[in-house]
């Protein structure tokens, strides 16, 4: 990891309080180093609040003045924060940062404390925070820049015995920082909230000392500085540090339950009892960014009781989920499944503004792995069986569609689970599920999908149900169309978006775990990719024409991978199966998607059939004249390349060049597997033959795609050298 260019300072004025010793020191000298001028605030009292001196802050003004920085010492109680504003602007002119640091202890119990050990604890901490970044908050606002930091601790996220006043004073900081981001934010004023664990006059004697030995202020002091720096746009965030480690800390609040059916309804302590597992559940806890966001919920459920489609909020009890989709989560969806702006049969799933904009028919099945991760379902046919993501398998899936999808709406998925099969190695899970319009009431969708648990087996269960949508194989002959398409290597981490965030798909240490070398591609969307790919052959593109899909999920495929979609048409029902290209390997069969129509005078030409002239076809004829005249010297290179043509993002051509035999043809390789596949536009393809587009540039552009040994296709240098002196 390459250090970036130094964070700078330099013109800023700092203002920490209680920086005479610990953090507020620790940060003094931190931003003096980096060219801030500071004001050292420290009223020089002891950690209970008493006594004062001002030895403590001159003693960090002269280390800063020592090592060539500028500084000012300010002697006053923060509770006259206007008067240590006041030495930053009569000293330095200005302030750009205020560092709330200052703290007192008084630790009783609750029962023995006394109001003055309450109030000081919150004039220091509370009113004192309160006093002087209000006292530097005009500065900002004129200046339209600011930054704040407010101090809490552990005790007060989560409470300690003894500590009830500073506790609640800290966690009153948080509040007060919330409210601050919002009101600063539009004006380049942002407060955040630092979390720190590191030795202080605060717990210099309670922490046992060789643990305070790792607890240095100098690694929490860098985190604090980062927030308060120019580049930084954290607002309105809880940062934990200790130990040279830093995390942001959320509130978080379970999916929680619906106590009463309808707005006509009263709620009684018995509905509360019988909801409360719900209520506490936080297997699927949501944080909220704003008060607007939890208000939109509330809005939401105030919805569904008046239409009555109550579902207890978003919790699995009932085995429902409900959800408020929008445009853009069906042109992420789009996007996840290798749709393009290059390809303008996806722009209408792309664009909202788009004459013909629509969401593709397969939305819904986003819902299944969503809901099984985080339900008790799978206990209701098998007790005990506990979840383990990665031993998780998508076997099959089954959609049926009988409207078109919204581009936005609010949906109910109701799950059952149909029948659980012993399969010895594992279980098989059959899972339906069938999504409702919130507001209609109106079904749109019903499906299937069985899920292998790897090792869940050996419990003397049946080994087939009738309840199974079964598969399908393809008809005994060559398909009647192929369309290939290379995955992105972001592939996954962007189809996770849509909500399938299992670490399998791009954690590596996940993946190993799960058995994979890497991580690998979701079902789903090597699933997506394919119905993209019989839409378009065979409805014209038009996503009104889907019915239903059935699929075998076989293979893994690893983001990067070319995805091949061969087709057969029976009737209204295409056959497809899909294979990585790379290796040849089915990683979708005994598929079919059955449409209302098919748009024959909207097919598609088979890529591999050569239909369409294109003017590279002259440089792959030119190529071959070489391989066949120069059989010896070809066959040294020892390698099976495979070129897919495009035109404005389609597959047109895929034209094999086989080394190893001499040989050039058009169509995918006889036999075996391709050592490299290059995907290229038609006319870069010729500008890189004439020699007016280099290979390297092309591909660092991203306009020349290579799977595969990379290193091989160098190799090929004296093939286009021989195209272009012909051509």
């Known amino acids: 990891m390459t250090r970036s260019e130094e964070l700078r300072f330099d013109g800023r004025v700092v203002v920490v309080t209680g920086a005479g010793a610990g953090l507020g020191r620790a940060y003094a000298l931190l931003f003096a180093s980096r060219g801030a001028s500071v004001v050292v605030n420290d009223l020089g009292g002891g950690r209970h609040g008493d006594g004062s001196s001002t030895k403590t802050a001159d003693t960090v003004v002269e280390e800063i003045k020592r090592n060539g920085g500028k500084a000012v010492a300010n002697y006053n109680s923060v509770l006259d924060g206007a008067k240590i504003i006041k030495t930053a602007i009569d000293t330095f002119g200005r302030v750009d940062v205020v560092v709330n640091n200052a703290g007192i202890l008084r630790d009783k119990s609750f029962a023995k404390m006394s109001d003055t050990d309450w109030d000081l604890i919150q004039d220091v901490h509370l009113k004192g925070a309160y006093k002087t970044t209000q006292a530097a908050w005009p500065y900002f606002i004129k200046q339209n820049y600011g930054r704040v930091i407010m101090t809490t601790s ?35 004023i942002y407060t955040n909230v630092i979390v720190p664990t590191a030795v202080s006059r605060l717990t210099e004697d309670i922490m046992p000392p060789d643990f305070l030995d790792h607890l240095k202020p100098e690694l929490i002091a860098p985190v604090v500085v980062w927030l308060c720096h120019d580049k930084c746009t954290e607002n309105g965030s809880i940062i934990e540090s200790a130990l040279g480690w830093a995390g942001k800390c959320h509130l978080v ?27 506490t559940n936080m297997s699927s806890a949501k944080h909220f960014d704003s008060i607007e966001h939890v208000t939109g919920q509330f809005m939401t459920a105030i919805e569904e009781m008046k239409s009555g489609n109550t579902n207890n909020g978003n919790s699995t009890q009932d085995n429902s989920l409900t959800h408020t989709y929008t445009t853009r989560d069906t042109i992420l969806y789009a996007l ?31 819902y299944g792995p969503v809901f099984v991760m985080s339900s008790r379902i799978f206990e209701e046919g ?3 069986f506990q979840i383990d993501p990665m031993k998780m398998l998508h076997g099959e899936q089954y959609l049926e569609v009988y409207k078109s999808v919204p581009t936005e709406a609010t949906v109910r998925t109701q799950f059952k689970l149909l029948d659980v099969l012993d399969k010895g190695s594992g279980a098989v899970f059959i899972i339906q599920h069938e999504t409702f319009d919130s507001v209609s009431g109106d079904k749109l969708s019903t499906g299937q999908m069985s899920i292998f648990a790897v090792g869940g087996g050996g419990f003397q269960g049946n080994r087939t149900s009738s309840n199974i949508v079964p598969t399908i194989d393809p008809p005994n002959r060559k398909p009647d169309a192929s369309v290939t398409q290379q995955t992105s290597y972001d592939q996954a981490a962007l189809y996770r978006l849509s909500g399938d965030t299992n670490p399998l798909h791009i954690d590596a240490n996940m993946a190993v775990i799960g058995g994979h070398k890497r991580p690998i591609l979701h079902g789903l969307c090597s699933f997506g990719f394919s119905v993209r790919h019989v839409l378009k052959t065979y409805a014209g593109g038009d996503p009104s024409a889907f019915k239903a899909i059935k699929v075998r999920f076989a293979k893994p495929v690893l983001p990067g991978q070319t995805l091949r979609t061969d087709m057969w048409q029976n009737g209204n029902r295409i056959h497809f199966q899909t294979y990585v290209t790379e290796t040849n390997v089915p990683v979708l069969t005994g598929a079919y998607i059955d449409l209302k129509e098919v748009k024959v005078n909207q097919l598609q030409p088979n890529p591999c059939s050569g239909t369409e002239n294109l003017e590279s076809d002259a440089v792959f004829v030119t190529i071959g004249e070489y391989v066949k005249a120069n059989p010896e010297e070809v066959k040294k290179v020892n390698a099976v390349f495979v070129y897919h043509i495009l035109s404005k993002g389609t597959l047109q051509a895929t034209w094999t060049l086989d080394l190893k035999k001499a040989e050039m043809y058009k169509g995918e390789p006889k036999s075996g597997k391709a050592d490299a596949t290059l995907t290229i536009e038609d006319a870069d393809m010729i500008q890189m033959a004439l020699g007016k587009l280099n290979p390297q540039t092309a591909f660092m552009r991203r306009k020349l795609k290579i799977t595969g040994n990379i290193m091989l296709t160098q190799k090929l240098k004296t093939l286009m050298e021989a195209a272009k002196s012909k051509l």
């Open 154 to 188: 552990n005790s007060g996220l989560y409470g300690n015995f003894g500590q009830s006043n500073y506790s609640s004073a800290k966690m009153a900081l948080v509040g007060l920082a919330n409210t601050l981001a919002i009101e600063g934010g539009k004006r380049n």
């Open 253 to 279: 609040r379970a999916s929680g339950s619906t106590l009463r059916q309808s707005l006509s309804q009263d709620v009684t302590p018995e509905d509360v009892e019988q909801n409360w597992a719900a209520v």
């Open 336 to 366: 996840g499944v290798g749709a393009t702006v290059q390809d303008t049969s996806d722009m209408r799933y792309l664009y909202e503004n788009h004459e013909d904009f629509a969401a593709l028919p397969t939305f819904y099945v986003l």
């Open 382 to 384: 098998l007790p005990g």
